[in-house]
Nanobody, 123 residues
Framework: QVQLVESGGGLVHAGGSLRLSCAAS????????MGWFRQAPGKEREFVAA????????SYADSVKGRFTISRDNAKSTAYLQINSLKPEDTAVYYC????????????????WGQGTQVTVSS
């Protein structure tokens, strides 16, 4: 059974930082591109960042470029999202997802999703 478990969310002040983790089990982690998405109240889920199978390529939404960094540790079957300079508009539930042998750029190709971790940024 595939499981993606996010952690690291919380309540922070604007300008603060968080590091989200996504621990994967039940799959061959190195065969999956990993992505982070978020959904704010009343809004559609949106792409945040993705990382290729070996971590050599990353992509980001324009709204987070320069503030967010995606990474992965295939030995630990874990993906990370470092979030700096948080803004109130970053408040959302953050989800990680896995894309089998893809590049992580097409949302429709993600097969597995976690339950999400809440990030709340106060002004």
């Amino acid at each position: 059974q595939v499981q993606l478990v996010e952690s690291g969310g919380g309540l922070v002040h604007a300008g603060g930082s968080l590091r989200l983790s996504c621990a994967a089990s039940g799959l061959s982690f190195s065969n999956y591109a990993m992505g982070w998405f978020r959904q704010a109240p009343g809004k559609e889920r949106e792409f945040v960042a993705a990382i290729s199978l070996n971590g050599g390529r990353t992509s980001y939404a324009d709204s987070v470029k320069g503030r967010f960094t995606i990474s992965r540790d295939n030995a630990k079957s874990t993906a990370y999202l470092q979030i700096n300079s948080l803004k109130p508009e970053d408040t959302a539930v953050y989800y990680c997802a896995a894309d089998y042998r893809g590049d992580g750029t097409a949302t429709r190709n993600y097969e597995h999703w976690g339950q999400g971790t809440q990030v709340t940024v106060s002004s």
